[in-house]
């Protein structure tokens, strides 16, 4: 099955500061890639994503680069503020033949912006 | 509207209780999805429901069952839990992109 690594567990920047989440995926078959943030006691909140297609995608202060070749996929914050502290996911995606999509998280990343 | 819902918020249970988690969307996704959150961990997949089937059961224990009485609607059925199986339960919908809603913290005494 699929296995996904994600590095670092814990960052810690400075408000200003950029931020960066590395993840490796194991499966071809995986063709979308989404990030989650997610606050305490809240559910998973989808922040960016990329299809297998893509290089690179940019939503404002966030920006995702996949390398499909080395299976590589990573999250990259700009301008960190302190309202970015969460735990971060990255996730990899297959269809399901009978419908869905069976996501695989990493083991998620804390991000903790000080000021 | 891209919002997913569940009740309750909180949920305290004994191990004889029966309970029922409940989930909705309204944004026309065919795929509903239960996951289970233990803390500090990754969400980890328990049941895909495709079209109103169920499509995925992650080896999940008879004590959960899963249930989509309609297109917008997911519940979860639990029946003699154990304290391990504490957690946050999130719900999720798809087209492509999974859609968390906010889950249900249940405590089993």
């Known amino acids: 099955g699929e296995n996904v690594e994600q590095h670092p567990s814990t960052l810690s920047v400075q408000e200003g500061d950029s931020a960066v989440i590395k993840c490796t995926y194991s499966d071809s078959a995986s063709n979308y890639f989404p990030w989650y943030k997610q606050e305490l006691g809240k559910g998973p909140q989808l922040i960016i994503d990329i299809r297998s297609n893509v290089g690179e995608k940019k939503d404002q202060r966030i920006a995702v680069t996949l390398n499909k070749t080395a299976k590589h996929f990573s999250l990259h914050i700009t301008e960190t503020q302190p309202e970015d502290s969460a735990v971060y996911f990255c996730?990899?995606?297959?269809?399901?033949?009978?419908?869905?999509?069976?996501?695989?998280f990493g083991t998620g990343t804390q991000l903790k912006v000080e000021l | 509207d891209t919002e997913v819902t569940q009740t309750p918020k909180h949920l305290v249970m004994g191990m004889t209780n029966k309970k029922s988690l409940k989930c909705e969307q309204h944004?026309?996704?065919?795929?509903m999805y239960w996951y289970k959150q233990k803390a500090k961990k990754p969400p980890e997949l328990m049941f895909v429901y495709s079209y109103e089937k169920l499509s995925i059961n992650e080896s999940v224990p008879s004590r959960f069952s899963p249930e989509c009485p309609n297109s917008s609607l997911l519940n979860l059925h639990l029946h003699a839990l154990q304290p391990e199986d504490s957690a946050l339960y999130l719900c999720?919908?798809?087209?492509?992109?999974?859609?968390f809603g906010p889950g249900t913290r249940l405590t089993v005494l």
């Open positions: 944004m026309g996704h065919r795929a």
């Open positions: 999720a919908s798809s087209q492509v992109t999974l859609f």
């Open positions: 996730a990899a995606s297959r269809e399901l033949t009978g419908g869905g999509n069976k996501l695989t």
